[in-house]
């Protein structure tokens, strides 16, 4: 048994009083004579004898009364539990991120998680909030309640592991207090992992689940061009297998310019093409309307009029393939001699190919390094009977240790870096299955930066400083590399590389990087406007060339118009990131370690439970009264 007020338990000591007053208080018996002497004797033995012993009962009655009442008035108590006696620190995570916007039993399941803390959260406590992009602390859910009911959904989520850090961060430095986290969430499968198995006892968390699990996503575009002619496929995807078909609208800013029907047919995906016989700009948005999560129900997307991109074959050997690889309207293929160069094209260009060239002269090296120094890409092909060390001084300004001597030994195109920016996002899969692609002869080089490597492991292509390297020839005599089924996609990531013009759409919060090409003063800054909402993003200007950084500042999904001054020069579409749109919790969301509730309410009256204290004071109290009781009766009853 423990005491809120221990310090009134030194008022024991006046117990001493009443002690002392009935040791002191002697009252004289007046004798009064009787004829019967002997049993006038007996009386006065037997009075005294009863009354000295009620005096004694008195006494005891009024100190344990006394007792009782100062007992009370400390609050005795016995904790529930250890943690009932350290001050305590709560820190509640409300997950906001899209797929909260799924519906529950009252409303989304963000309204309902709201809805319920501010009932359940006890009124003179202090909280501090975390959502995935805000941190509301010393919340007090009377004074504070609009702040929490002010909360809205965001796109920004992290990983598990960074949650929980950035969790612990916002407890205070006490060592003192018992520290206990809450999270309330729909753990997602996608954004939630096993990680949550390696969480400490001190946390708690409710599973809100959702009315459905069904939701029907616009999860992605393609377009397919062909001259001034455009097809463009639409990708939906259900979390869970239907039957009925889903309207699809498509509009040109506000405008409505076709309608179609998306068809299930008992699957999860499904797939709708609408054509485009326009090749004018569009500022497109795909819209359904469907129940479940709203975020996922409009797709944006731009189609810019845009010049062609300006390829540029220096060439000493055949370009028939290269002419084949890069045709109009997409590019401006042009091929000349290497003994009819003229320096003066070359800062035109977006990508320059030395195709096989015999020799490099240092003013080339100079005109080239310019070339890539403003944002343009370099290719090189060499001529396997040129010396190796023709190419080292131009190999040597790019970080480039040189060319060995040449090897003629067949070899195979065995390893392929996935993880290079140039077949990012280009394969669905990683197959090693490149057993087609045969090199003849090659020249060694020594470099980390292989895009492409051979049986031995040798580079045959590599990339540095916006340099991209063969080594060796793409000759049909030296290599079948032409007719496999890397070179269009190696070319043509090559070609994109050099300029990156905007794509017909980007997700909020993924590295976002485009160019904009257009005459402008060096000073000058381009600007992301929506609506009435504008932002400067991150810029560097090369030449005639604005590279431009929309990894942060993307806070809505929509059309953006890019810039300058008063002149739109181009339409940039983001959306919002699809993972969200997966409302399946993650199995074996329970752990022996954590606690896991069902809602809100039953939480909070379990951790009341736990932080209860047992108080004994109305005892006390009772035995107080029995006490006095007990003397009254004494007083009336006992002779």
């Not at 094209?345 to 005109?367: F, G, K, M, V």
């Amino acid at each position: 048994m423990q005491f809120k007020n221990p310090e009134i338990l030194y008022a024991l000591f006046l117990l001493l009083i009443p002690i002392l007053i009935h040791l002191f208080q002697l009252r004289r018996y007046k004798k009064t004579p009787f004829t019967n002497v002997a049993f006038l004797e007996t009386v006065i033995q037997n009075t005294r004898k009863s009354s000295t012993l009620k005096k004694w009962l008195v006494l005891c009655t009024r100190l344990l009364a006394l007792t009782f009442l100062i007992f009370a008035f400390a609050e005795p108590f016995i904790p529930n539990t250890e943690r009932a006696l350290q001050p305590q620190e709560t820190v509640i995570f409300i997950d906001n991120s899209f797929s909260m916007q799924a519906t529950g039993k009252k409303g989304n399941l963000l309204t309902e998680a709201k809805q319920e803390l501010l009932a359940a959260l006890p009124k003179d406590e202090h909280y501090t909030l975390v959502t995935w992009d805000d941190v509301l602390r010393d919340f007090n859910p009377v004074t504070d309640r609009n702040e929490l009911l002010d909360l809205d959904f965001t796109q920004k989520t992290i990983d598990v592991q960074s949650l929980r850090m950035r969790l612990n961060n916002v407890f205070s430095t006490r060592d003192e207090s018992s520290r206990q986290r809450i999270l309330i969430s729909d753990f997602q499968d996608t954004g939630w992992s096993s990680q949550l198995d390696s969480l400490n006892k001190t946390e708690h968390r409710v599973l809100l689940e959702p009315t459905t699990l069904e939701n029907i996503s616009i999860d992605s575009l393609h377009l397919n061009r062909v001259s001034a002619a455009y097809s463009l496929d639409v990708f939906l995807a259900s979390t869970t297998s239907i039957t009925q078909d889903v309207p699809v609208s498509l509009f040109d800013k506000e405008k409505l310019i076709a309608k179609g029907s998306a068809t299930f047919e008992n699957s999860k995906h499904s797939k709708i093409q609408f054509q485009l016989t326009s090749g004018a700009a569009i500022q497109g948005r795909l819209s359904i309307t469907t129940p479940d999560l709203k975020f996922d129900n409009d797709f944006y997307f731009s189609i810019n009029t845009t010049e062609a991109l300006k390829v540029l074959a220096v060439s000493n050997a055949e370009d028939t393939f290269l002419s084949r690889l890069y045709q109009e309207p997409q590019f401006s293929y042009t091929n000349v001699a290497e003994d009819q160069l003229e320096y003066s094209i070359l800062d035109d260009q977006d990508l320059i190919i030395l195709n096989e060239p015999q020799r490099i002269s240092t003013a080339l090296i100079n005109a080239l390094k310019k070339h890539t120094q403003n944002g343009g890409t370099l290719l090189l092909i060499p001529n396997m009977n040129a010396a190796a060390t023709n190419y080292n001084s131009l190999l040597n300004a790019y970080g480039f240790a040189g060319f060995q001597s040449k090897i003629e030994a067949s070899q195979r195109i065995t390893t392929i870096n996935y993880d290079h920016p140039l077949y990012q996002n280009v394969f669905t899969g990683r197959s090693s299955n490149l057993q087609t692609h045969q090199v003849e002869a090659y020249f060694p080089i020594a470099t980390t930066d292989a895009i492409l490597s051979l049986e031995n492991n040798a580079p045959f292509l590599a990339e540095n400083n916006r340099l991209y390297l063969f080594t060796g020839s793409l000759t049909s005599t030296n290599s079948n590399f032409i007719n496999g089924q890397l070179i269009v996609p190696t070319f043509d990531k090559i070609a994109t590389e050099a300029l990156k013009l905007p794509q017909m759409y980007y997700s909020i919060g993924s590295k976002n990087t485009f160019d904009i090409t257009t005459p402008l003063p060096d000073d000058a800054v381009l600007t992301l406007e929506q609506q009435e909402q504008a932002f400067i993003p991150l810029q560097q200007k090369r030449g005639e060339k604005v590279s431009i950084d929309t990894q942060e500042g993307i806070k809505n999904d929509g059309l953006y118009a890019v810039k300058y001054k008063q002149d739109t020069l181009a339409m940039v579409a983001y959306n919002f990131d699809r993972a969200e749109s997966n409302l399946r919790p993650l199995e074996a969301i329970t752990a022996e370690n954590i606690d896991f509730e069902t809602n809100i309410p039953d939480l909070f009256n379990k951790l009341e439970q736990d932080t209860n204290l047992n108080l004994l004071y109305k005892w006390f109290v009772i035995f107080a009264l029995l006490a006095f009781l007990a003397e009254m009766l004494l007083l009336k009853k006992f002779k």
